[in-house]
Structures are given as structure tokens and as C-alpha cells.
């Protein structure tokens, strides 16, 4: 069976099976598979193949209504997180890495690093979110200045975690302190950004 019999069978899947692009697409890599790998024969390119149609999705827009309600609903930092996103248009792992140097409250700006395309940008935090937002910076700031008086190192060194962790803190900082992965070093508060996205109804994949 050379390469138009491939076709052709591709063919009759997507105009006579009806199935789905990703079933048209998942019998072509068994083929390949078959051919190049059990086989040992290098199948030329196949043409002239007639494209299963991926469905069109209309997505769900709720009403500002509806998300006002949905809003109303939710407590603590999954509200933070959802307002954020909801008016900063920010990406969900984009909110969620989000560290204390990120947010601008004086400028009422955002900064995304390393966001889609590895890019950095700038957006908006919005009026409405300010003082919340500076709200959890101060908790932020004190559960900081808590984890520092609880070190056993002497003073300089408390002085020097201090000072390069302060604006690297998490904005969503973690229940507790815990020792980093592969590191000998002091115990340092994480992100609470995997609860937080369970919370929310995601699952991280």
C-alpha cells in the first residue's frame, strides 16, 4: 500500500467516516509510525488529502451582570486572582506568577514576564482594584517581616535574605515556610498558586 492508498483512506475517513480532525490526524501518525518504524519503508508525503473540518466553538460570554454575581460569590485570594484577571486581562499562569516587584500601585501598572512568546509586557491594574491590591502587598509585606524573625541565622544574614527576597515574594504567598527543592539553604515561604488554581476549578497538566 504506497502513498495515494494512504490518501485515499485518509480521504474516506474524513468524507465518508465523518470523524474528527484529531481521529484523521491520530490514524495518519499510526501509519507513519507503521510504515517508518515497524516497516522500515519511508513513505513519501501524502497528498491530496481532504482535511477533516475541526467544529467551530462559540464561546460562553457571561454578562457583566452575571459576572458581578459570580464575583459576589468568592473569597479570598481566588477572588483576588479572578478580579485580576477578569480587569487586567492577564493570562491565568501569568496572574499566578506574579511577584511583589510586578505591581506598580503607583503607576497602576502590571508587568508579565516572561509571558506568551517568552515576551514581557505592561497592562493595567485597574482604579477599582487598587486598594485591594495594596491590601494583600502589606500582608504580603508582614507575613515577609514575620518569616525573617523567625530565622536562626545571625543578623547579617537575615539582613541579606531580606533584602534580595522582599520584592521576589509571591503576591499569593503560601501557608508556610518549607525548604526548596535541591537546596541546603534557609526555608523560604512559596506560592500558594497550585491551591489556589484547584480552588479556581483548573488543574495544573
Same mark, same amino acid.
Given at each position: 500500500?504506497?502513498? /495515494? $492508498?494512504?490518501? @485515499?483512506?485518509?480521504? $474516506? ?6 470523524? &474528527?480532525?484529531?481521529?484523521? *490526524? ?7 509510525? =507503521? #510504515?517508518?518504524?515497524? %516497516? ?12 477533516? /473540518? ?16 459570580? %464575583? @459576589? !460569590? ?31 500601585? !503607583? ?21 477599582? =482594584? ?11 509585606? !508582614?507575613? $515577609?517581616? @514575620?518569616?525573617? *524573625? ?5 543578623? *547579617? +544574614? ?5 533584602? +534580595? ?6 503576591? #499569593? ?18 506560592? @500558594? ?5 484547584? &480552588? ?6
Amino acid at each position: 500500500m504506497g502513498a /495515494k $492508498h494512504v490518501s @485515499a483512506f485518509l480521504t $474516506h475517513l474524513a468524507v465518508e467516516q465523518r470523524v &474528527s480532525a484529531s481521529s484523521q *490526524n491520530q490514524a495518519l501518525a499510526a501509519i507513519l509510525f =507503521l #510504515y517508518r518504524q515497524v %516497516l522500515g519503508v519511508d513513505l513519501p508525503w501524502v497528498e491530496d488529502v481532504v482535511r477533516a /473540518k475541526r467544529p467551530l466553538r462559540v464561546p460562553t460570554v457571561l454578562t457583566r451582570d452575571e459576572v458581578g454575581r459570580v %464575583l @459576589a !460569590e468568592m473569597r479570598g485570594a481566588p477572588k483576588l486572582v479572578a478580579v485580576l484577571l477578569y480587569g487586567s486581562g492577564m493570562r491565568l499562569m501569568e496572574c499566578m506568577r506574579l511577584r511583589v516587584k510586578d505591581v506598580e500601585l !503607583e503607576s497602576r501598572q502590571i508587568v508579565i514576564r516572561g509571558g506568551k512568546g517568552e515576551k514581557d509586557r505592561v497592562t493595567v491594574l485597574p482604579g477599582a =482594584l487598587w486598594e485591594v491590591v495594596g491590601r494583600q502587598l502589606d500582608r504580603v509585606a !508582614e507575613l $515577609h517581616a @514575620a518569616d525573617l *524573625n523567625k530565622m536562626q541565622d545571625t543578623w *547579617n +544574614s537575615r539582613e541579606r535574605w531580606g533584602a +534580595s527576597t522582599r520584592t521576589q515574594a509571591a503576591v #499569593y504567598p503560601g501557608s508556610g515556610c518549607s525548604q526548596p527543592r535541591g537546596s541546603t539553604g534557609t526555608q523560604k515561604r512559596g506560592s @500558594a498558586a497550585a491551591t489556589i488554581c484547584t &480552588s479556581l476549578g483548573f488543574r495544573r497538566r
